[in-house]
C-alpha cells in the first residue's frame, strides 16, 4: 500500500511557504491506517524498549495504537500547562516557529528504555526535545519513529548527532 496516497499537501500551511502534510485522510481511511501502525509496530521489534513516549498532539494517535499493539506503557508528551503535578520543559525550534513540550517528572522509571513517536520528522526540534526530556526523568531513550520523514529538512542527520536512531515509513 502506498500511504502517500493518503497524505495530501497543503501548500502555505500554517505559514506561507510551508508544503503540509495532511494525515486526516489516512487515519479516516481504516485500511490505511491499519496498514500505517502495523508498519510502525514491525519497525518498533527492532528497539528493546520499556515504554512509547509520544509527543502532541498527531505523534499521540500513533503512539496510542502502538503502545496498545506492543503491550508497552504510554506516556505524553505535552505543550505547557497540560499535565499535573512537577513537569521537566524543554523549548524546541520547529520548522515554522518555536514551542515547548513538558512530561511530569515522576512518570518515567529511571533507567527506562524509551521509544520516541511522532507523525513527522522534519528539521528534528521536536524529537531532540523529547529526548531530553526523557534524559532530565533519568531514563534512556532507544530510537525514534515516524510516519513520514521530509528528508531535505536533514533531522534524521541532526538525530543522529544526538545519538537517537530513526525510522520513517515514508520518506520524502
Known sequence: MNLLDYLP???????????FKDISPLLANQTAFSYAID???????HHDFDYILGIESR???FATALAQKSKKGLVLARKPNKLPKQVFSENYGLEYGKDS?????????????????DDVLATGGTLIAAANLVKKSGAKVVG????????ELMGRER?????????ALIKI
Request: proline content about 9%; aromatic content about 6%.
Open 39 to 45: 508498519q510502525l509496530h514491525e519497525l518498533s521489534t
Open 144 to 151: 525514534s519513529l515516524v510516519l513520514l520523514e521530509i528528508f
Open 59 to 61: 505523534g499521540f494517535i
Open 159 to 167: 538525530l543522529l548527532n544526538e545519538n537517537i536512531p530513526s525510522n
Open 9 to 19: 499537501t497543503i501548500p502555505d500551511f500554517p505559514k506561507p511557504g510551508i508544503m
Open 101 to 117: 513540550l513538558e512530561i511530569q517528572q515522576d512518570i518515567l522509571p529511571k533507567q527506562s528504555k524509551i521509544l520516541l513517536i
